[in-house]
């Protein structure tokens, strides 16, 4: 019963609209608005974290013990400073045997060359076999190759000693610094790292990652804005210097890195630091718009003020405006949108005014919609409508 009674309601409310739209109390106030010349942006956010733009890992290349340390967590350093050194004891002895191991190859050498020159004279005079003679030269051979052979080892252990002492690669600032003196570290299979190192502290990128949904509106060059949570009230300001094509995926979650650039001058922005980014994909300044609500409006013959007629448009896309008691079109074609105001391109002229909405009686024009047909077959029927389900008419 509850259900009818609203249902009756909503009947005489449209009826009393209906009645209205006949010039019965009635009234119609158009709201217009002036096109103009704006900004229209779009923006998609994202979080990230704040890296160096060259951050270098120092390692070594051969084992043993740290010796000394020169610098420290936030030290700053030059290309070609000498930052550690590693114990050199083994690393020298090696360099002593391969030495002497050098001098036994090269005397070996000097014998067997000699040896081969007096069998070569003897030979010349054939006074030894042609064998003798051969094996002369093979044994010459064979030492002048193992001490060629032997002054690689020596520059091999030489270049290993050199190692022991570790420099800067590039000036920078050690960001950190994983060993300490008296550690033994074991260069096998990988590399050790020792130090990081950041190059440029005040040129900074955040490495963002932007939604698939999102990523196909991002291009190189678009302005970003950032905020970090340890300075909230300050604004950064960069612009996207690369998207990277690798996907990653995470919880069914695809995403995709994008490189921002961040100038770091006064040293607030810290390795590490997350970044909430704004990524700018669409910025139009001083381009002439209106507001979506005066595209979206159309005029109704049943919610129009009394007197006025409707011109019909020549375009799918119009700006409505009120000549007299003649509703008239602009035909217009429309650029980029933000969903609050979107570009005129063409069709109307900057300071004209456009309608955006119609108001009756100080409510919007939209008429309430009747609700569906309850198919309760014990709900009453208004009178004169046959009810399928009973099969006869309700009085």
Avoid at 171 to 192: F, K, N, Y
Wanted: proline share 4%; net charge negative.
């Amino acid at each position: 019963m509850k259900t009818s009674i609203q249902t009756t309601a909503l009947g005489l409310l449209c009826c009393a609209l209906l009645a209205s739209c006949g010039g019965k109390d009635y009234k119609v106030t158009y709201s217009t608005e002036q096109v103009h010349k704006g900004d229209i942006s779009t923006s998609i956010t994202a979080t990230g974290t704040i890296e160096p733009v060259t951050e270098v890992e120092v390692g070594t290349q051969v084992s043993g013990i740290i010796d000394k340390i020169y610098v420290d967590f936030n030290s700053e350093v030059k290309k070609g400073q000498l930052i550690a050194e590693l114990d050199k004891t083994n690393l020298k002895s090696r360099l002593a045997s391969a030495n002497a191991q050098l001098t036994s190859a090269k005397n070996e050498m000097e014998y067997q060359r000699n040896n081969f020159n007096r069998m070569k004279e003897l030979h010349d005079k054939q006074y030894i076999s042609d064998d003798e003679f051969e094996s002369a030269r093979l044994s010459y051979d064979k030492a002048r190759i193992s001490y060629d052979s032997q002054k690689l080892s020596v520059q091999e252990a030489q270049t290993n000693l050199s190692y022991a002492y570790i420099y800067s690669p590039i000036d920078g600032v050690i960001l950190s610094r994983e060993v300490e003196e008296g550690q033994t570290v074991a260069a096998s299979m990988t590399t050790p790292t020792l130090f990081t190192i950041a190059q440029d502290l005040t040129d900074m990128r955040v490495i963002a990652d932007v939604d698939e949904a999102d990523i196909g509106g991002v291009k190189a060059g678009q302005r970003v804005s950032f905020a970090v949570d340890a300075f909230p009230n300050d604004k950064f300001e960069g612009h996207v210097t690369q998207v990277r094509q690798q996907a990653t995926t995470s919880s069914n979650v695809v995403t995709y890195q994008v490189v921002i650039s961040a100038p770091n001058p006064d040293l607030k922005l810290m390795p590490g630091l997350t970044a909430n980014v704004e990524i700018f994909t669409l910025e139009l300044q001083d381009v002439l718009c209106v507001s979506a609500k005066a595209l979206r409006y159309m005029p109704r013959e049943t919610a129009l003020m009394k007197g006025d007629v409707i011109e019909p448009p020549h375009s799918r896309t119009n700006l409505w405006y009120r000549d007299g008691t003649t509703l008239k079109a602009y035909p217009v074609q429309t650029g980029a949108s933000n969903g609050v105001f979107t570009q005129i391109i063409s069709g109307v002229d900057e300071g004209q005014e456009v309608i955006n909405e119609a108001v009756i009686n100080g409510g919007v024009t939209q008429m309430p919609q009747m609700p569906e047909q309850n198919n309760n077959p014990f709900m009453p029927g208004p009178p004169g409508r046959r009810n399928n389900n009973s099969g006869g008419n309700r009085r």
